[in-house]
């Protein structure tokens, strides 16, 4: 087993047939199935399933490719660390839940430390993500949060990816419009009053389970949704079709992002508690403790 037959696994596992994922490795298809049968005689497994319609992971070929793209991860960073052209400059990486706080912590870690030569990395994604990229060490430092809905299960996934969790805050639920919105001037909305308007959601497809949804009320039946990983997408969706998304209440007057943005309370409570993740016992780089400093700035607890 090497590193390209893994890699080639989990290309296939992500493509429709053998000739797409062949296409896209750049090999012959009949190599690639060779590589692919040499690699499940080695472990003694069957990865995948070979029809007439195509090829789909087995069960054990799931388990594997959950394995594979952890043994990927961290060749990489290997691999970045050690082996590229920029193994001389400085690194640090930070994975968040979509928080600006912990962009602007992120930014200012940079200019105070102002390294000649850098790459540092901050990846606004998913919130099994944020844990994985933790526990990889793919990234020092995690910006999650939770609900109460949600706060058994994302406890317990610390506990096994061995993950600590320092809290920074607890905030009230909020809903976020466009400024001319007609519930803009509001103090105060209940959530049934928005069934009109469409709810635009953060996208945690990958996640299996609602529970792990970075927003409040992630159990509530929506009569209007509509999903969206990117922030940009968003604003767009909340300002030309009248939606709305739930947060924290956290908007700032300086960001340009969020200026046509106006924040209501929700009378429905589904308080979120926020805070970071560190590897359990690991000792931070002396960015990774610049960044943690900065994020307690904002601790409100």
Known sequence: MNITQIKYVLEIAQSSSMREAATKLYVSQPALSASIRELEDEL???IFDRTNKGITLT???????????????????????????????????????????????????????DPEKYIFSIHETKT?????????????????????????????????????????????TYIYVWKDHKFAKRKEISIEELSDYPC?????????????????????????????????????????????????????????????LVSIKLKEEDPLTIGYITRKGSLLSEYGKAYVEELLKFKEI
């Open 200 to 260: 635009i959601s953060f996208d945690q497809s990958a996640d299996s389970n609602f529970y792990l949804n970075e927003e409040a009320l992630a159990d509530y039946d929506f009569k209007k949704m509509i999903k969206s990983d990117d922030r940009a997408t968003t604003m767009e969706m909340i300002a030309e079709l009248g939606g709305y998304s739930i947060g924290s209440g956290m908007l700032s007057g300086d960001d340009a992002v969020l200026k046509g």
């Open 44 to 46: 003694g497994i069957l």
């Open 59 to 113: 069960d054990e070929g799931r388990e594997f490719v959950t394995y594979a793209k952890k043994a990927v991860g961290q060749y990489e960073i290997l691999e970045d660390r050690y082996l590229s052209k920029d193994s001389d400059k400085e690194r640090f990486s930070v994975s968040t839940q979509h928080y600006n706080f912990a962009i602007k912590a992120f930014n200012r870690v940079i200019k105070k430390a």
């Open 128 to 172: 099994i993500e944020v844990l994985e990229d933790v526990r990889s060490m793919k990234s020092e430092v995690g910006i999650v949060s939770f609900s109460s809905h949600g706060e058994d299960l994302i406890k317990k996934l610390f506990k096994e990816y061995l993950l600590d969790f320092t809290s920074l805050m607890i905030r009230e």
